[in-house]
């Protein structure tokens, strides 16, 4: 049983496709000014989270290295890092 006739989630699909499209173009018209800022903020992220791993037990800050850290101090960047740093005195 469909729910929509085919010829209706041809046409959807079809606007979904453009809809993308032109998504895509509003990108790249853009300066990568936002790519180079949210790159180059994950990048410092994952630094200050090996260095805090390395250098943490120092001052008692056990901050371990797994998939999930690195992907949290990767996409948010220095804020994820302290995200992670406050996780570790609440939990």
Not at 19 to 39: D, E, H, N, Q, V
Not at 72 to 90: D, E, N, R, Y
Request: glycine share 10%.
């Amino acid at each position: 049983m469909d729910i929509l006739p085919s010829f209706i989630e041809n046409i959807l699909v079809i606007f979904a496709f453009v809809g993308m499209g032109l998504l895509a173009l509003y990108l790249l018209s853009r300066p990568f000014k936002w790519l180079y800022k949210w790159i180059l903020n994950g990048i410092c992220g994952i630094i200050i989270l090996f260095l805090l791993s390395v250098f943490g037990g120092n001052f008692g800050l056990i901050v371990p290295l797994n998939p999930i850290t690195v992907a949290v101090s990767a996409l948010l960047g220095i804020p994820g890092v302290g995200l992670i740093i406050l996780k570790q005195f609440f939990i």
